[in-house]
Every structure is written in structure tokens, then in C-alpha cells.
């Protein structure tokens, strides 16, 4: 098919399955999978994966991560940042020893242990800060509890990648190549909020001062992907130079209103949709991923150890059962990082189709899961207040 | 390269140049093509034009075009349908003829005089528009006319191709093939302006309803390159769809300044970069190629042809020396179709590579000095209106 008509195609189809989606109370980014899975070979098989679609599938999950580095609030996350600090903690660390364990009793390799440790505990911070939007309770300390959470949670996953990365490459852990990754990192971080941060707020300034209107666009563009380009040549993930880029640019973005409307529009409005519709071109669901044996046990072990770690590790803060139900509940989703990681493997060879297929169900199946969770749990909290109100006034 | 660390390159440089050559009063998109040939063989050669550039590229220019249309105001370019019409046929008749009789002349045989007669002859619409753009001149009746123009031309080139592949196929000229194409035009022109205006205006309409927030930028896109993809399965050329769709839906776009200024930063911003960059790109400058008899002689052609044709075309219309001279300036830039038919010809053996490369310089230098003489003529128009402004104020 002519690549301008596959594009077409995706985009018209994810766009209308993801409006239907979100009538349906869910996040769209399922319909836009869904719209990869009918167009790809599971279904009508008419799109093919080809170059031209995974090189905007990789614009697409760069600007989707830049985005969300820009509208994350450094100082709203700062109130719950205890609360947070040991949410994210047991809420990566129970799904991951869990993930370990789980891997073992099923008779996988340490390589195969290591990546479903790690991509069951990556919990997505798109769809739970869009689910506590939706449900208008972000400013709720459960709420910023799960967002606080879903960061620590973010950064504590792509370290976790560097331990995956280098099993991969040398089929055990090389703990000097982790070292030396662990000290890219840092030199990395440290020349970008030193240097770079200053590089990138003067060249930004420019930009605004500038003959060529578009230029504070180009300018975010090109220093969100060379922050890209730059963490994907010291071999660490993209995520993390977007992540970086997005805390160096995200203040003075945010205070452009049009210009992050702009930017925003372009990721979601274009390339993001063909991230998330490649990973539905890319699945084969067959019955053998439906009735996989694999299945319910690692959705099991994806939900347990999420809604575990997060009820145990933010009930000594919120003090209240039910919100900590609801913040186990808010970090249960997987979404975009856990299917950039199960990408990446099955490109590597870590895994195999069959196990990236079931591992991309489970994500998609929590990330169904986690907003009605959620939405019950809230309506639960609100019911429970409303019910003390009245008796109250009784009383 | 890593096609990401490419993008960058591309974008920095050809914002940079952009940067100064507007600074010099020059438009651009100079600039944008000189960080094509700097990052080319020609140059530095540290980046090659591959299949993601090439992708990109052709977004480019159906986003530059419908940009372009979305500007144009209707009523100016029906207004000048009778200049474009005229200014359009001998704005091909003559080059075409001077293509041929130069190409007999320089001892070259009947399909390279064809050839020669189709590349001189096949104005570029994308460099017109911008440059009219850039000066502010587009809704101007020498704009309008060059505009209209430059859509007859690519029609006209578009038959003029059916010749030159018929010849090279057949030896000889199918009438058929081509009353079919002309047909096939006239039907899908008949078409967008009918069913076609209904069809687009129900869908925007229907965006603005939508919960997805990005929706009527993401119809916009979709209607845009499926009107580019189906000018182009049915042997046209992207541009005359793309003129088509804005055309459509320019008056909802216009109307919602947000939606607007997302997909000018999205296309100036990013897509129509590449589109200049990659002209430069392409080009192969080695010194046989600068010094080869046949590059000044071409030159001549080229420049008299077009300039002489948009003269003697609108000058009956306009009714003025000067503006008549400008759009024949207007119309004399030759760009991506010009390289495509050359590469194409290249390769199916119908001419040298000599040839090729003398052609190919002829392109860039005509695409490089059509917006100097545009401003250029455009200055002395406007310095001619203020003194008659202030000699009628004297009086």
C-alpha cells in the first residue's frame, strides 16, 4: 500500500475508534491500538509495518514522552513526595520480585525473569493522570499520591532498562557495562541540568527573539529529539534524554500557551497515534495468545503487584484503607514504557512473539482495567463521605 | 546516520540559514535548500538522502501546498482565472518550444529534446507559493496569477509526461493514454467541487462535536493527504489535490486561529523543511558539472522561456510591464517535479548522467534566484506605488 494511504488509514481509524473508545469512559489510546490490531495482520491485514511507519512510530513515542515531561508539576508532586517515594518503591518492587518469581515457577531464563520483572512494574503515568483528570480528583492526596508514584516509578524502571540492556547484549548481568551505565547516566543528568539546562534555556530564548516565527517550535523539536539522540547514543533509553529535555524545557513551555498547543496537537493529533496503532500493527492475536497458559498468571502477578504495592507502601500516609486501595488500583495500569520495552525485546530477540503477545494483552487488558478500578473505588470514597455527612446531621 | 541524529542536523542548519537569509531580506526557504547542498555530497556529505527523508519530504510539500491553499483567499484566484489561464499554457508553450528547438540545436535526439522540453517547462508550485507567502504578496493579482498559473502548468506537465513516457516506452505518442488522463482530471476536479465539499464540510463539522480534542487537526490532515493520495493514483501530481483540499476547507480553517497555527508550525515547523532541505540534498555539484557548455545555454532557455511565456501570458490581464514581469518571475522556478521527471529519466536510460547533473544545477539555480527577482520586482512595484502615493499628495 502507497504510505501516504497507510497513513491516512491509521490515522482516520484510530481517531474514530479512539472517540468511541472515550465515549465508552476509557482512555482513546485503546482505540488507536485497536485501530493497529483491525488494520495489521490479526485482522484485515491490509497495513504492513514498514520503515516509514516505524520511523514515526519512534517521532511518535518521543513526543508522546516529551509531552508528558512537560506536563508533569514539579511542585504539586513535592506535597506527596513521601507518600510517593514509598508507593513507587513497593509499587515497582512487588511487581518486580513477583515478575521474578512468577518468571521462575513458569520455567523462563534469568533474561526472560528480568524483563517480565520489569515490565510488569512499569506503571503508565499518561493514563493515570488522565483517568484523575477525568474523574476531577488529581488534587486529591491519593491522587498525587499515584502521580508522584507513577514518576518515581518511571525513573526507577529506566534504571531497571539498563540492568535489562546490558542481560540482553551479554546474557548476564555485567555489572562493570551497568556501572558504566549508571555513570553515563549521572554524568548525563548532571551535564544536562548544568550545561544543558543553560544551553537549552539560552538557545530557547533566542529562539522567541527570532525573524522565523515557527523558531520556539523548531527549537523544542530539535532539543527534545537531540536529548533523544543524545541518551540513545550513550546507550540509555530515549525516555530518559525526553524526560530530561521536557524538565529543562517544561516551565517555559508551559507558559506559552499556543505553543504547547502546537506541540500537543502534533504528538496527538499525529505522530503518537502511529506509536500506539504500531503496537496493535505489530500483535498477532491468535488463539494461542488468547488461551495462552501464560495468560492469566501474568495477569494475575501484573495486578497483585501492583494494587499490593501501592496499598501497602501509601497506607502508613493516607491512613485510610480504601484510598490506599485506590492508589494500588490508580499505579495498576502498564501502558506506553512496558510496550516500548516489550518492542524493544522482541526486536532484540530477548523474547519471543509469542511471549510479547501475551505481555502486550496484559497491558492492555490493565489498562482497561485501571480507570474502572479507579472510577469504583472513587465512587466508593464519595459515598462513604456523603453517608458520615447525613448521619452527622441526625445526629 | 541514525535517522533521528539526520532530522536534527537538517532542521538546525536549515533554520539557521532560513534565520539569515531572512535576515537579508531573502525568503527562507534559500536558506533551507543551502543547508540541504551544506549537509549534502555536494559539501560536507554527512547526510544521505534515504527513504525516511524522501517520506518526510513528500509530507513536505502536500503540507506546504495545502498551508498555501488554506491562505489563498477564492475569490482572488477565480478572479484571476483568465490571466492564470493564458499566463499558464504560454508559460509552458514557450519553454517548451525553446526546450525543444535548443535541445535540436545542441545536437541532442527527439526524446532529450522532449525531455528537455518537459523539465524546462514544469514551473514549481511549492516555491512560487512560498515565496509569495514570504513577501506577503500572495493575494495580490500577480500572486493570484501566478498561483493559477502554476496549477495549469502542472496539469499541463502532468500530460506532457504522458508524452515523454509514451515516446520513451513506444517511440511514439499515445493519444489515448493521454485523453484519459485529461479526463480522469476533469472528473476528479468535478468531483472535489461537489460531493467531494460536501463530504469534507460534514466531517469537520462533525470533529468539532467529538470529545477527542485534536480532532479537526487530525481531519484536517487526513482530508489533505487523501486528496494528495488520490490526485496521485489517478497520474496526477500531489500539489493539484492538495490545492483541491484547502480549497475545501480552507474557509472552517481560516476561521479557527488555533487549528491554523498548529498546522503552520507542524508544516513550516517541521515537515516543509525537508522538503527544501532534500532539493539541496540531491544535488551533485562537481566541476564538470559547473563548467559543461551545455549549463549556460540551459540556463537560458530556462529563465527566457518561463519568464518571456509569464510576460506575454498575463500581460494582456494585468495590464501593467512590471507585474507582468513579476509573474513571469513568479512562474520561473522549476523544483521537485523538474528533479523527479530527471531522475526518472535517468534511470530509465533516456538520458545521460551529464545531462542529469547539468539539468539538476539548472533546477537549484533557477529555485534560488526566482525569489530574488519575485522581491525584487515586488520592491519596485511598491516603491513605484509610494511615489505615486506622494506625488499625489504634493499635487
Given at each position: 500500500m502507497d504510505p501516504i494511504v497507510s497513513i491516512i488509514a491509521i490515522l482516520a481509524l484510530a481517531k474514530i475508534f479512539g472517540e468511541l473508545v472515550e465515549r465508552a469512559g476509557y482512555p482513546p489510546m485503546i482505540g488507536e491500538i485497536g485501530a493497529g490490531i483491525v488494520l495489521g495482520?490479526?485482522?484485515?491485514?491490509?497495513v504492513v509495518m514498514d520503515a516509514n511507519l516505524e520511523f514515526l512510530s519512534t517521532l511518535g513515542v518521543i513526543t508522546l514522552l516529551f509531552i508528558s515531561g512537560v506536563e508533569m508539576n514539579p511542585k504539586a508532586l513535592a506535597s506527596a513526595r513521601n507518600a510517593s517515594a514509598l508507593t513507587g518503591v513497593l509499587g515497582v518492587a512487588t511487581p518486580f520480585a513477583l515478575g521474578i518469581v512468577g518468571g521462575m515457577l513458569l520455567g523462563f531464563g534469568l533474561v526472560e525473569q528480568v524483563f517480565l520483572g520489569i515490565v510488569l512494574s512499569i506503571t503508565s503515568i499518561g493514563i493515570s493522570v488522565r483517568t484523575l483528570i477525568d474523574l476531577k480528583k488529581l488534587n486529591t492526596l491519593a491522587g498525587s499520591t499515584i502521580v508522584g508514584a507513577a514518576v518515581i516509578d518511571d525513573v526507577i524502571g529506566i534504571v531497571l532498562l539498563g540492568v535489562l540492556s546490558s542481560l540482553s547484549l551479554t546474557?548476564?548481568?555485567v555489572f562493570l557495562t551497568l556501572a558504566a551505565s549508571v555513570v553515563l547516566s549521572v554524568l548525563f543528568i548532571a551535564f544536562a541540568f548544568t550545561i544543558g539546562r543553560r544551553l537549552a534555556t539560552w538557545t530557547f530564548e533566542q529562539s522567541r527573539t527570532?525573524?522565523?516565527?515557527?523558531m520556539p517550535y523548531v527549537v523544542s523539536i530539535t532539543i527534545a529529539l537531540a536529548s533523544a539522540a543524545a541518551a540513545h547514543a550513550l546507550g540509555l533509553h530515549y525516555a530518559i534524554g525526553e524526560v530530561i529535555a521536557a524538565l529543562l524545557l517544561g516551565s517555559q513551555i508551559r507558559k506559552d500557551r499556543s505553543l504547547f498547543d502546537g506541540l500537543i496537537d502534533v504528538s496527538f493529533g499525529f505522530f503518537v497515534t502511529f506509536f500506539f496503532a504500531s503496537i496493535g500493527l505489530v500483535l498477532q492475536v491468535s488463539p494461542e495468545t488468547i488461551f495462552s497458559p501464560l495468560l492469566l498468571p501474568l495477569l494475575l502477578i501484573a495486578l497483585v503487584g501492583k494494587i499490593a504495592g501501592g496499598f501497602l507502601g501509601s497506607l502508613p500516609y493516607v491512613k485510610d484503607r480504601l484510598a490506599a486501595l485506590i492508589v494500588g488500583f490508580g499505579i495498576s495500569s502498564r501502558g506506553e514504557l512496558a510496550l516500548v520495552v516489550a518492542q524493544a525485546s522482541l526486536a532484540a530477540g530477548i523474547i519471543t512473539a509469542g511471549l510479547y503477545s501475551t505481555v502486550t494483552l496484559v497491558v492492555i487488558v490493565t489498562v482497561l482495567l485501571a480507570p474502572v478500578l479507579m472510577k469504583w473505588g472513587f465512587a466508593r470514597m464519595d459515598a462513604r463521605a456523603t453517608a458520615a455527612l447525613s448521619s452527622a446531621e441526625t445526629k
Open positions: 495482520p490479526s485482522v484485515l491485514n491490509i546474557g548476564e548481568i527570532m525573524q522565523t516565527h515557527e
